[in-house]
Nanobody
Framework: QVQLVESGGGLVQAGGSLRLSCAASGRTFSSYAMGWFRQAPGKEREFVAATSRSGSRTVFADSVKGRFTISRDNAKNSVYLQMNSLKPEDTAVYYC????????????????????WGQGTQVTVSS
């Protein structure tokens, strides 16, 4: 198990940027693939981005490609989501998630694949 704590959310105008951080506890962070999901009011939680154990492989939802980047620093037990060119439709609670993997190339992209979740951080984009 790994404990996850997100930070960096807030209110930003459309076109602006935010950087979310997720700090993980434990000594085996580099064994986990990491993902970001989001949930808007009245909607299902949806996949945003994910990265492999080393960070060498990344996957993005079509809705954020070219605007968001995901990165990780295994020495700091942290994963980040850089969000640029934000739109009002990006407004949601953003969740960090972790999944223990044995393969260096696996990048899980579905909610069911992740078994460790943070408490979420609110991102609000005003028009």
């Amino acid at each position: 198990q790994v404990q996850l704590v997100e930070s960096g959310g807030g209110l930003v105008q459309a076109g602006g940027s935010l950087r979310l951080s997720c700090a993980a506890s434990g000594r085996t962070f580099s064994s986990y693939a990491m993902g970001w999901f989001r949930q808007a009011p009245g909607k299902e939680r949806e996949f945003v981005a994910a990265t492999s154990r080393s960070g060498s492989r990344t996957v993005f939802a079509d809705s954020v490609k070219g605007r968001f980047t995901i990165s990780r620093d295994n020495a700091k037990n942290s994963v980040y989501l850089q969000m640029n060119s934000l739109k009002p439709e990006d407004t949601a609670v953003y969740y960090c998630a972790a999944h223990l993997v044995f393969s260096a190339i696996v990048v899980p992209t579905t909610k069911a694949q992740y078994d460790n979740w943070g408490q979420g951080t609110q991102v609000t984009v005003s028009s």
